[in-house]
């Protein structure tokens, strides 16, 4: 149980066009999902918590107007990269928590590349 | 910042138990110490969690000094496919946010 699965797995896009990331959790309902990003040889910076039916909250520095962030069910949040640049290429990465627990689950990430 | 200090980095041998410690002095009642594991190119794996008492599953054990100030995650019999970044974690449980440090790179050597 408790499995998070990410689509697309990885992503090449031109400069300037929107990419949209799913996150499901697949066996178990998520009233919250987090959404992360990592570049190479460095950790995982959260970017916003998502939070089924209400608006997410970003973490300082992430432009929310870049990101858009959508959880409109309990198992499905979407992260949005507009207008994406080249320096936006990242490793992407989701998070659900179980809701009778204390733990979160993460997906297989998803590497977006923007030439 | 990481509320947590683990070693950069550390070798062990295939079979033999790899003992990964974790410091997190600044600890409070209400937080969790929580392992995660990433792999190359991969999404971060739970192993374990705990509040004050030790934890075991079919992972890995969790040891929690009694002040809480510091834990110890042994993987009793490690293997190649354990090379992984090892992240200690404290936090406050379901829906408090995972805030990652650099973590240990745990090489398993034949």
């Known amino acids: 149980g408790a499995v998070v699965s990410q689509h697309p797995s990885w992503v090449i896009c031109k400069s300037g066009t929107s990419v949209k990331i799913e996150c499901r959790s697949l066996d178990f309902q998520a009233t919250t999902m987090f959404w992360y990003r990592q570049f190479p040889k460095q950790s995982l910076m959260l970017m916003a918590t998502?939070?089924?039916?209400?608006?997410?909250?970003?973490e300082q520095g992430v432009e929310k107007d870049k990101f858009l962030i959508n959880h409109a069910s309990l198992t499905l949040s979407t992260l949005t990269v507009t207008s994406a640049h080249p320096e936006d290429s990242s490793f992407y990465i989701c998070?659900?928590?179980?809701?009778?627990?204390?733990?979160?689950?993460f997906g297989p990430g998803t590497r977006l590349l923007v030439l | 910042d990481a509320k947590t200090t683990q070693p950069p980095s550390m070798d062990c041998a295939e079979g033999r138990a790899a003992n990964l410690p974790c410091n997190h002095s600044?600890?409070?009642?209400?937080?969790?110490v929580y392992w995660y594991r990433q792999i190359h190119s991969q999404g971060p794996q739970y192993i374990i969690h705990?509040?004050?008492n030790n934890e075991t599953n079919e992972m890995a054990s969790l040891i929690i000094t009694e002040d809480r100030k510091s834990s110890t995650l042994i993987l009793p019999h490690a293997t190649l496919r354990d090379t992984a970044v090892y992240y200690c974690?404290?936090?406050?449980?379901?829906?408090?946010?995972?805030?990652f440090g650099a973590g240990t790179q745990v090489v398993v050597t034949p």
């Open positions: 998070s659900a928590g179980l809701q009778a627990g204390e733990t979160q689950y």
């Open positions: 998502s939070n089924e039916g209400s608006k997410a909250t970003y």
């Open positions: 705990g509040l004050k």
């Open positions: 974690i404290v936090s406050t449980g379901r829906w408090g946010k995972l805030q």
């Open positions: 600044t600890i409070s009642g209400n937080e969790y």
